[in-house]
């Protein structure tokens, strides 16, 4: 049954044009929107913590604002890649630059997961609370760019 489902996704996908740009689109867009919005609070946060109070405390609100934005860019990352996946399982399945992509994905999410325990560290007045942020947001930057390299990567070296 489940490869029957994956050859009709072929079919469908390769004979649609516009289903294809909406896909790759979506893919793009979630990177663009997700990752962008998430490497701009990181360079706000490494700022922030050679800052005074109230700019950090401006940069709280800041990450506060930009949970959602990310985290629907990685929701469309995660959509439009399983469907880019399922389009070409066999060249996909058997990519090293595509599970090398995977393992940074779950390492962005796990980072993601330690700058919010980050943040309610620095609510609750933590020491050094700041400077382990700092540190999962530049973790972050190198993330995202070593996530996107990857994506580069992926169709050019497979």
């Known amino acids: 049954m489940l490869s029957h489902v994956i050859e009709s996704w072929v079919s469908l996908y390769a004979n649609h044009a516009a289903l294809r740009t909406g896909i790759e689109f979506l893919h793009i867009g979630g990177l663009v929107a997700g990752g962008g919005c998430a490497i701009t609070a990181d360079l706000a946060t490494i700022t922030a913590v050679r800052d005074r109070a109230a700019t ?57 997961w330690l700058l919010l325990l980050g943040e309610r560290q620095v609510k ?35």
């Open 56 to 112: 950090r405390t401006t940069q709280l609100q800041l990450l506060k604002k930009t949970h959602l934005i990310v985290v629907l860019g990685l929701v469309a990352l995660g959509v439009s890649g399983a469907l880019l996946f399922g389009a070409d399982v066999q060249t996909f399945f058997y990519s090293r630059i595509f599970w090398l992509k995977m393992g940074l994905m779950v390492l962005l999410l796990v980072n993601g």
């Open 124 to 158: 609750r007045g933590e020491p050094r609370a700041w400077a382990r942020l700092h540190y999962t947001a530049v973790a972050s930057l190198i993330l995202w760019s070593l996530t996107t390299l990857a994506g580069a990567a992926l169709p050019n070296i497979g």
